[in-house]
């Protein structure tokens, strides 16, 4: 298995859309095809604000994770927050995930970043094992979607 970083050259739109897609669906989540788009172009522009890698299996993508950095009252060095993490479900089990989070947590070191974060849905216990694997859980994430 190889971890490369994402970009035009290592994935196309049409390869990497429906393994994004694939994860949106996961969460019972819905995104406009410009979304995607937009989405993807963002992630291969090399002046762009989010980050990725995609997990290749015999010339095959089998996951992906994108990050991105931000700034932090707390401290004057960038945080890097996981977006978005996701293996094909027939291949989970084989470290793919690991090693996509591993490949963002040295981008990270390489960035000078303080910290590497992530969530998931409370309900997700097959990626809450190998996250518990990886990292202390030490806070617990509120979100509110609805801002009017």
């Known amino acids: 298995m190889q971890i490369l ?8 739109f049409e390869t990497w859309q429906p393994l994004f897609k694939a994860y949106i669906t996961f969460y019972k989540a819905e995104l406009s095809d410009a979304q ?3 989405t993807y172009s963002r992630l291969v522009d090399p002046s ?22 931000h700034a932090s009252s707390w ?15 027939e291949i989970r089990g084989k470290g ?3 090693a996509l989070i591993l490949a963002v947590k040295e981008a990270a070191h390489q960035q000078g970043a303080a910290r590497l ?10 990626a809450q094992a190998l996250y518990d694997k990886l990292a202390k859980t030490e806070f617990i994430m509120y979100r509110m979607n609805d801002l009017s």
């Open 48 to 69: 762009g604000d989010l980050f990725g890698f995609i997990a290749v299996d015999e010339g095959v993508v089998i996951g992906l994770t994108h990050y991105l950095y």
């Open 96 to 98: 793919a995930g690991r």
């Open 5 to 12: 970083q994402l970009t035009k050259d290592s994935i196309s």
């Open 36 to 38: 995607y788009t937009n």
């Open 75 to 89: 401290t004057d060095k960038q945080y890097c927050y996981l977006n978005d993490l996701y293996v094909n479900p």
């Open 117 to 126: 974060y992530w969530s998931t849905q409370y309900t997700n216990k097959t």
